[in-house]
Structure formats: structure tokens, C-alpha cells
């Protein structure tokens, strides 16, 4: 996955910005210059250590919730249905009655119907595009995230554990765990222990 440069520079304690000429580096102050990794980029731990953690806290959250989200889906898609077709029946059974001033008043009622099952509809798909839309987007941020630390040789381990009540705040156990060399050859000469300090913390709510 190619990552912008500017990406990189979120991370670094030596960026700079100006609406101007937008973000540039510390040391050189021109606009970010470098091929595949940084070899200056100096980390700010905490904003690195936040960052991992909301993307694949959005990410797990987004997965949870899968089940849920097709359970809607399935539950009131079947409601439409039946409202669908109850409409239709119903409207068939006023097609043969025989009091015609009668039949005009009921037929609102199979139209009351058919409003009340796109109401339903509304309910059944809106969740599901809306967890589509965040899939997509936590997907691609989580992706981006693993890619560019894959570049600086850092690996992290992150566990969730979950209150039992739906809404409450995860709680996360988590800790980074770093190389010394890039095994995939990108930046043999890079080492990220001397940018980036071991980070460990545990119990942490969110």
C-alpha cells in the first residue's frame, strides 16, 4: 500500500504547517523529500499510541457490529414483506366487494400499509449502509496504519476486552513491541529503537 508523505509526518515531532505551504519538515523547512521511509522522523509517542488505538478500536467496534446490523436487516426486511404483501391481499379483497361507496374509503388502508412498509425498509437498510460505509473506511485506515508501521520495522500487539453492557467503554489491554531491522528490505539501515520509545500500558478505557 503507498503511503502519502505527509502520513508520515503526522507522527514526527519535527512537523510543521502553514496554510500556506502546508506540511513541511523541521530540519530542512521544505516540503517532506524522502524515498519510502524517513530516515529523521522523530516519533511522538503519544500521538502514534492514540492513533493505533482509535483506528482498531473503530475497526472492532465496526466488526462487532456485524452481527447485530445483518439481524436488523433480516428482521425488518421480513416485516417489509409481509406489510407488502398484506397491502396487496387486502387491496385484493376490496377489488371484490360489492359495496362500492365502502370501497373507496378502505382502500387507504392497503396504502397505509405500503407507506408504513418503506418506513420499515428505511429502518431495515439504513444501518446496513451505514456499517458498509464505516467498514470501508476503518478498513482502509487500520490498513494504512499497519502498512506505514511495517515500514519502520514496528510491530504492536493490542487486546480488547469488553464490558458486558452494551455502550459501555472497551476495556483494552495493549502494549507495542518493536524490531531492531526491517526484514523486508525497505530500510535495512533504519533502526525505529533509536525513534521511537517502547511503549506498554495496560487497563486503559476508551
Not at 53 to 71: M, P, R, T, Y
Not at 84 to 91: E, N, Q, R, T, W
Not at 178 to 195: C, T
Amino acid at each position: 500500500m503507498q503511503i502519502e508523505k505527509a502520513f508520515h509526518c503526522q507522527f514526527c515531532s519535527l512537523k510543521k504547517y502553514d496554510f500556506k505551504t502546508g506540511t513541511t519538515c523541521g530540519l530542512t523547512n521544505k516540503i517532506p523529500d524522502f524515498n519510502i521511509t524517513c530516515p529523521d522522523i522523530k516519533f511522538k509517542n503519544q500521538t502514534l499510541e492514540s492513533q493505533i488505538i482509535k483506528i482498531n478500536a473503530d475497526f472492532e467496534h465496526n466488526k462487532d457490529s456485524k452481527f447485530w446490523v445483518l439481524l436488523n436487516l433480516s428482521f425488518f426486511s421480513i416485516v417489509f414483506i409481509l406489510l407488502i404483501l398484506s397491502g396487496f391481499f387486502f387491496a385484493e379483497y376490496l377489488n371484490n366487494l360489492d359495496l362500492i361507496t365502502s370501497q373507496v374509503r378502505l382502500y387507504v388502508i392497503p396504502i397505509v400499509f405500503f407507506g408504513i412498509s418503506f418506513l420499515v425498509l428505511k429502518i431495515a437498510v439504513g444501518p446496513f449502509n451505514t456499517y458498509l460505509r464505516d467498514y470501508k473506511i476503518y478498513s482502509f485506515e487500520k490498513k494504512r496504519i499497519d502498512s506505514f508501521l511495517s515500514l519502520y520495522g514496528i510491530r504492536y500487539s493490542l487486546n480488547f476486552k469488553r464490558n458486558k453492557r452494551i455502550g459501555e467503554s472497551l476495556d483494552i489491554d495493549y502494549d507495542f513491541e518493536l524490531k531492531n531491522a526491517i526484514e523486508s528490505g525497505l530500510a535495512k539501515d533504519f533502526n525505529p529503537i533509536r525513534h521511537l520509545d517502547s511503549l506498554k500500558a495496560k487497563n486503559k478505557k476508551i
